[in-house]
C-alpha cells in the first residue's frame, strides 16, 4: 500500500471518525480554509456523506482542481472548491457555517500580515460561524508565531487557547490528534524519499464552540 493510499484510509475511517465525534449534525455546512489537497475536507464528506456541504477553500489553483478530480473519482459531490483570498477573508454569509476548520493555517511565516493572519481569520470564523458553531484548529511550529505587537514569540497550546477564546470561543477538551500532510505531496520531499504515513507530524486538534 502506498502513502496515497494510506492518506485516503485515514480520510475514510479516522479522519471521518474524528469529525463525527465534534458534531452531531447530520447535515452541516463545513468551511475547510486553506484546505490544500482536501484531507480534511474529504475526511468531513466521509463523516456525513451528501447530507453536508463542504467549502474547500485554498489560494492554490493546483490544489483546487487536485480536489476537484478526486471528487469525481471518489464521487464526493458535496464539495465545492472556491478559490480563496490574498487578505484571509472570505465572501461567506455571516453565521452561516456549523464547522470552520484551520488545519496547519496558524503560523508565523507568512509574509502578508506578518504572520498576523490568524487574527483576521478568527475574525472570519466568528463573523462566518452559527451560533454554538464549531472551529476547529490545528496549529504546527508554535516557535514561530508572532504577536499582535509583530514580535516572535514562543506559543503553547495553552496560549493559543487563550487567544482564540478572546474573540468569542468557549475551549472544549477532546483527545484529538490532527495529521500534517504536507509532505505527501511536496515534489522536494517526493523526491528526496522516505516520507511513510507513519512519519507525518502529527499535532493536538483544538476544538472551540462559538459562544452566544
Known amino acids: 500500500m502506498n502513502i496515497f493510499d494510506e492518506v485516503n484510509n485515514w480520510e475514510k475511517k479516522e479522519g471521518a471518525n474524528l469529525f463525527s465525534s465534534i458534531l452531531s449534525v447530520s447535515d452541516p455546512v463545513i468551511l475547510d480554509y486553506g ?69 496547519d493555517m496558524f503560523h508565523g511565516e507568512e509574509k502578508t500580515y506578518n504572520g498576523l493572519h490568524r487574527f483576521v481569520m478568527l475574525e472570519e470564523a466568528k463573523r462566518t460561524l452559527k451560533e454554538g458553531g464549531i472551529l476547529v484548529v490545528l496549529p504546527f511550529h508554535l516557535s514561530n508565531f508572532r504577536d499582535k505587537e509583530k514580535k516572535k514569540s514562543r506559543y503553547t497550546y495553552k496560549r493559543i487557547i487563550e487567544e482564540i477564546c478572546e474573540y468569542g470561543f468557549k475551549y472544549i477538551e477532546k483527545d484529538l490528534q490532527g495529521i500534517h500532510f504536507e509532505k505527501v505531496y511536496s515534489p522536494y520531499y517526493q523526491q528526496k524519499g522516505g516520507i511513510t504515513f507513519d512519519s507525518l507530524e502529527r499535532g493536538k486538534l483544538l476544538v472551540f464552540e462559538k459562544k452566544d
Open 35 to 103: 484546505c490544500g489537497a482536501g484531507n480534511y475536507s474529504f475526511a468531513a464528506a466521509y463523516a456525513f456523506g451528501q447530507k453536508c456541504k463542504v467549502y474547500a477553500v485554498d489560494i492554490n489553483k493546483q490544489c483546487l482542481e487536485y480536489i476537484s478530480s478526486k471528487s469525481k473519482d471518489e464521487k464526493t459531490d458535496c464539495i465545492i472548491p472556491v478559490e480563496g483570498r490574498e487578505d484571509y477573508r472570505n465572501n461567506f454569509d455571516d453565521n452561516y457555517f456549523d464547522i470552520v476548520i484551520y488545519a
